[in-house]
């Protein structure tokens, strides 16, 4: 007989907690399972995505390259280098006897080593071929050997780069020489012994902050030092065969071709036939800027693409007319081979810049797929193509040429894999009108594609985009592509019979067509759009949405779309900064005081001032001198003005001249003040009460931008770390450095600043 168990007994007052443990398992197993659920989900995706996986492995290559500019500090390179590599091994350590989650794994751990790799690598050849830049800007008797000449007819100079040594400390160094065209010497070419007298300054630092940084393009590029000739050049020993001979062949087409077209035509010609972009007026270049026309300027893929397509197409037709070679071999190997060897040939005589070779090597893949049979346009192309490039040049990825080299190109080819545009460019019986308006739209649409992938990448480096550029280029890329490009090459053959006049004739009209175009667009209202400088992390934002709207297939590609959104939120929402102050303390920028103008405390003949003070505001170029404004109160020595922002009036005083100032004088009116701006030391009694951006200030921070509604500085040197090219500039000596005096002590006739 059985017995009944006994039930232990629980006491009252425990109950509540068992209940509470409980309902906290019954939580855990929840959130397990929704895990789990949420894995298993990852893995069904990463299994039907199949090869769409590969381009991810470029993706991360290139994010482990930025994460290295992105970050300053070496122990943050080393810390992000071992966690990613940390995280690679524990995906491959700790799996699972079961096998669970294979794709999730091999995901985490590939990407994870290859992100680990690209920091790893661009880190090594920073260190590799990084010099160092000279302390302060000098005067030397510079004497080297030519390695560089590039010639810059339409801005009257030539450009030599010369291998020298550092007149203080003896170490070789290569130099950036600027050299007016009166003064220059046929002979100082290629491996050339040249004698000169120069002014040489460390490579610039952005002007402001967003601004372009020469000094990181100088560092990689193993420039010490650019700076202008003060004299004749001297040639103490002549190119004794050392020179290159493709850069000769270079120079003589580029000559050649100026001399038969002159003008910015004979420029862009040249450009096309050798890459020489230096005979292009300033304007005009501007104006295909503008128009978004700049990228025919660059060979690039269209370049590249047309030469091999036309070499591809004559040597097919040319094969075929021999029986013998027809009956023996496939005419697609020898036409691909052709192909093959004329762009590699034209990207080494263009230069061999990142965007030719970028599209020399995808070329050459497409030429490899139509030669095996396979299919020629794939993103998997793309990747292995941008592999290349960033192995052996890490430092593009940061820059506006590969971004935007492979954005169109990306954007291209999703378009053209796209289930609609197939069915639309399906083959059809149809007129030939019918036929001629499809190929139209669809080249009307990869235009509007194009420039809607690059107009961000425009934004961030550029500050502006244009925004008539896909109508534009459906005239401009045929003219290139059928009419400019063909006709400078027969203009070139014919040339060697002495022929080619006509064809010369014919390519000036189809390039003055182009400059017309360029220069119509250019100057439609609101063909330019101006933006303030953008923040990294919005730029981040385009590039992930952008990527993940192109690299997967199906609607998952949509969720793209939200980042590309909210970057679009947050540029709508940015507002230019007040203020903006030079690195030198020369220059100062006002914005919000004259409609669609900037105020400006000097106003410089430089273009290049002009154009960073107003393009890193998002404004349109124009400049008014801060004397013109009724409510400024300006002396030889300082300008004093007030503003509202923020709901309260910001007093302001800017200095802009070099003499004496009574010392209390100037106190009493810092201590009126909000914020002060000089070129100059001012001493400590000037005490404003929320900036003193004096000439000691600003040598340890750079250019500065003041955001007064939010009382937010931003300053160069923030965004500068331990890469190697950024350096604090040299403190001259205060008491050499001071302006004179113009009146002795106890004098009265120096100017006192506005009260």
């Known amino acids: 007989m059985m017995q009944n168990a006994e039930i232990p007994a629980i006491a009252s007052d425990s109950l509540p907690d068992l209940v509470g443990r409980a309902a906290l398992q019954h939580?855990?197993?929840?959130?397990?399972?929704?895990?789990?659920?949420?894995?298993?989900?990852l893995e069904r995706f990463l299994c039907r995505a199949g090869f769409d996986r590969a381009p991810w492995l470029a993706v991360a290559f290139a994010a482990g390259i930025g994460v290295w500019f992105v970050f300053l500090q070496l122990w943050q390179w080393v810390a992000i280098m071992a966690m990613l590599s940390s995280a690679a091994a524990c995906a491959l350590l700790f799996m699972r006897e079961d096998g669970r989650f294979p794709y999730l794994r091999q995901a985490f751990a590939s990407l994870f080593l290859v992100a680990a790799a690209g920091c790893a690598l661009v880190w090594a050849k920073s260190e590799l071929v990084g010099a160092p830049p000279i302390a302060r800007a000098v005067v030397v008797e510079l004497s080297g050997t030519v390695i560089q000449r590039t010639e810059q007819p339409a801005q009257e100079r030539v450009r030599l780069v010369i291998a020298a040594r550092d007149s203080v400390s003896g170490r070789p160094m290569r130099v950036r020489i600027n050299v007016p065209i009166a003064d220059d010497q046929e002979a100082a070419g290629e491996g050339a012994k040249v004698r000169l007298r120069a002014r040489l300054v460390p490579p610039a630092a952005p002007m402001l902050p967003g601004g372009y940084d020469f000094a990181r393009t100088a560092w990689?590029?193993?420039?010490?030092?650019t700076g202008s000739a003060l004299g004749p050049i001297e040639v103490t020993a002549?190119?004794?065969?050392?020179?290159s001979p493709v850069a000769k062949l270079q120079r003589q087409i580029s000559d050649h071709v100026r001399t038969s077209l002159p003008g910015s035509a004979g420029g862009i010609a040249a450009a096309f036939a050798s890459g020489d972009r230096g005979g292009i007026d300033l304007a005009d270049e501007e104006a295909m800027r503008d128009s978004g026309l700049t990228h025919l300027l660059s060979i690039s893929g269209l370049h590249v693409s047309a030469v091999i397509a036309a070499t591809w197409f004559l040597a097919m037709r040319l094969f075929g007319l021999w029986p013998w070679l027809v009956l023996r071999y496939r005419l697609p190997l020898l036409a691909a081979g052709t192909s093959a060897l004329t762009g590699i040939g034209y990207t080494v005589l263009t230069g061999a810049e990142v965007p030719t070779v970028r599209s020399c090597l995808g070329a050459?893949?497409?030429?490899?797929?139509l030669a095996l049979g396979r299919e020629p346009l794939s993103l998997r192309m793309v990747a292995v193509a941008a592999f290349i490039v960033m192995v052996f040049w890490p430092e593009a990825v940061?820059?506006?040429?590969?971004?935007m080299s492979f954005a169109a190109v990306i954007a291209i080819v999703v378009l053209h894999d796209c289930a609609p545009v197939r069915a639309f460019l399906a083959p059809r019986d149809q007129p030939w009108w019918q036929s001629f308006l499809r190929k139209?739209?669809?080249?009307?649409?990869?235009?509007?594609?194009i420039e809607l992938a690059l107009m961000p990448i425009g934004l961030f480096h550029f500050h502006r985009a244009g925004v008539y550029g896909a109508l534009a280029n459906v005239i401009a890329i045929p003219l290139t592509t059928f009419a400019s490009m063909p006709l400078i090459a027969l203009a070139l053959l014919f040339d060697t019979v002495g022929a080619g006049g006509p064809f010369w004739w014919l390519a000036g009209l189809s390039l003055d067509l182009l400059l017309w175009l360029a220069r119509w667009v250019a100057g439609q209202p609101g063909s330019v759009t101006y933006l303030p400088a953008m923040t990294q992390g919005c730029f981040a934002l385009f590039v992930a949405g952008g990527l993940w709207l192109a690299l997967w297939r199906g609607r998952q590609r949509l969720l793209g779309l939200v980042p590309v959104m909210i970057g679009y939120g947050v540029v709508a929402m940015t507002s230019p900064p007040?203020?903006?102050?030079?690195?030198d303390g020369r220059h100062v920028g006002i914005t919000g005081l004259a409609e669609s103008e900037m105020v400006v405390l000097r106003e410089s003949k430089s273009d290049y001032i002009r154009q960073n003070l107003t393009e890193l505001a998002g404004m349109n170029g124009e400049v008014r001198s801060i004397e013109s404004l009724p409510q400024a109160r300006c002396t030889p020595e300082f300008c004093a003005l007030d503003i509202e922002r923020g709901g309260r009036t910001w007093h302001l005083l800017m200095g802009r001249g070099t003499d004496w100032v009574p010392?209390?004088?100037?106190?009493?009116?810092?201590?009126a003040s909000d914020i002060v701006v000089a070129d100059r030391w001012l001493p400590r009694s000037c005490r404003p009460r929320f900036l003193k951006a004096d000439k000691s200030t600003l040598y340890r921070t750079g250019g500065l931008a003041i955001d007064l509604d939010r009382q937010k500085i931003t300053t160069v040197a923030e965004g500068q770390g331990e890469q190697g090219w950024w350096q604090e500039p040299a403190k001259p000596e205060p008491n050499a450095a001071r302006p004179r005096r113009t009146s002795p002590r106890g004098s009265t006739k120096g100017s006192s600043p506005p009260q």
């Not at 050459?364 to 797929?369: E, I, M, P, R, T």
């Not at 669809?442 to 509007?448: C, I, N, R, W």
Request: proline fraction near 3%; hydrophobic fraction near 55%; aromatic fraction near 4%.
């Open 27 to 41: 939580r855990l197993c929840r959130v397990a399972g929704r895990l789990s659920s949420g894995l298993d989900a």
């Open 220 to 225: 990689f590029q193993g420039l010490s030092a």
């Open 238 to 243: 002549p190119a004794q065969g050392a020179g």
């Open 364 to 369: 050459l893949l497409v030429l490899a797929a």
């Open 398 to 403: 940061v820059g506006p040429s590969f971004q």
């Open 440 to 449: 139209l739209a669809m080249l009307v649409l990869t235009g509007v594609v």
């Open 578 to 583: 007040d203020l903006l102050v030079s690195g």
């Open 663 to 671: 010392k209390d004088e100037l106190a009493t009116a810092c201590a």
